[in-house]
């Protein structure tokens, strides 16, 4: 089976670039705008037609897209995460190739949900950020482009390489700091939020099964357990062996975090929620924090139903948090 990669490059793309890559039956091609890319090309600027060209000459069965922007502004996003897809389906419907389409979708298209719920796929989407109107955007080209696709709504990733300004990033960055410095407190922003966190090594397991399948639709990938950032926290701290006191700052008000200190600021301090370049209006007037929420614009609460998954895809997750967060530390460890 001869699958083409978009993406390959990225958090999401390397290690279903491993995953297939142990697959003796694939023939893997990686297409990007990185120097290491078996073909370069941006799918942002490039024309379906050079695109069509490419596939009628590889003919893949299988096209995977992970390729995408998590930060920027809406034109960003939407030129990164939109257009690219529509670039990708007018690709595959113009070749000749007949490939299946399996596109990377995220849970910030669902936006903020009860707690207590789980997300089935079935939800009507209501993404809290331009981020995620440009995957959901994304999702919907894929839906109505007659091709035999699939979107697998991926939860929130984590395990070895989790970026250093996600969340969980944030949290094992502001850990090792105060580590090395010797701080017997790490004081902690934006942990009242609960979220469902899938091993990126399983995500990949993901994708390399629904290559596989007649799966068509929306399928979501998650544990369908939620957990809250502040036992993460807690979490972490044990297998890095941090014996320090673990002090949050916020107070939950109206469903978001408050009180977001300086990431710089002496003391241990730290956020998780997305970073700040400079100081609010309220904080250099000396006015009560306004609520700043967690960065995907989804509430204090996701977790996802996946029965979908299990029953179409075949697929579980095997990987436990405790076991992520340790492979979070030991890189973390590495700067120490």
Not at 205 to 226: K, P
Request: charged letters at 20%; aromatic letters at 4%.
């Amino acid at each position: 089976m001869r699958v083409l990669l978009i993406g390959a490059n990225g958090y999401l793309g390397r290690y279903v670039a491993d995953r297939l890559l142990a697959d003796p039956a694939v023939q893997l091609t990686a297409l990007g705008r990185g120097d290491d890319a078996d073909v370069r090309f941006d799918l942002a600027t490039g024309s379906p037609g050079a695109l069509t060209r490419f596939l009628d000459a590889v003919h893949p069965g299988v096209v995977i897209n992970c390729a995408g922007a998590t930060r920027g502004g809406a034109r960003e996003l939407t030129r990164h995460n939109t257009v690219a897809v529509a670039t990708i389906c007018e690709s595959l419907r113009r070749s000749g190739c007949g490939a299946r389409l399996v596109q990377l979708g995220c849970a910030a298209e669902y936006g903020p949900s009860q707690p207590g719920s789980s997300t089935a796929e079935d939800a009507v989407p209501r993404p809290g950020g331009p981020y995620g109107v440009s995957k959901l955007a994304a999702t919907e080209l894929v839906l109505g482009s007659g091709l035999d696709a699939v979107v697998l709504r991926i939860f929130s990733p984590v395990g070895p390489g989790t970026p250093a300004g996600s969340p969980l990033g944030r949290l094992a960055e502001a850990m090792r700091r105060a580590m090395q410095s010797g701080d017997g407190e790490l004081k902690l922003s934006g942990l009242g939020v609960q979220r469902d966190f899938v091993d990126v090594r399983d995500v990949a397991r993901a994708v390399h099964a629904a290559s596989l399948s007649a799966a068509q639709g929306v399928v979501n990938i998650g544990t369908g357990r939620a957990v809250r950032l502040r036992d993460a926290a807690a979490v972490l701290a044990r297998v890095a062996g941090y014996g320090g006191a673990l002090h949050e700052l916020d107070v939950p008000h109206g469903g978001a975090q408050q009180g977001h200190p300086h990431p710089g600021r002496p003391g241990g301090l730290a956020s998780i929620g997305a970073p700040r370049s400079e100081a609010t209006a309220e904080q250099l007037s000396g006015a009560a924090p306004q609520p700043y929420p967690y960065p995907d614009g989804c509430g204090t609460w996701q977790q996802a139903d996946v029965r979908t998954a299990r029953d179409r895809l075949g697929w579980r997750p095997r990987i436990n948090l405790e076991e992520s967060l340790a492979d979070i530390w030991m890189e973390a460890a590495c700067r120490i």
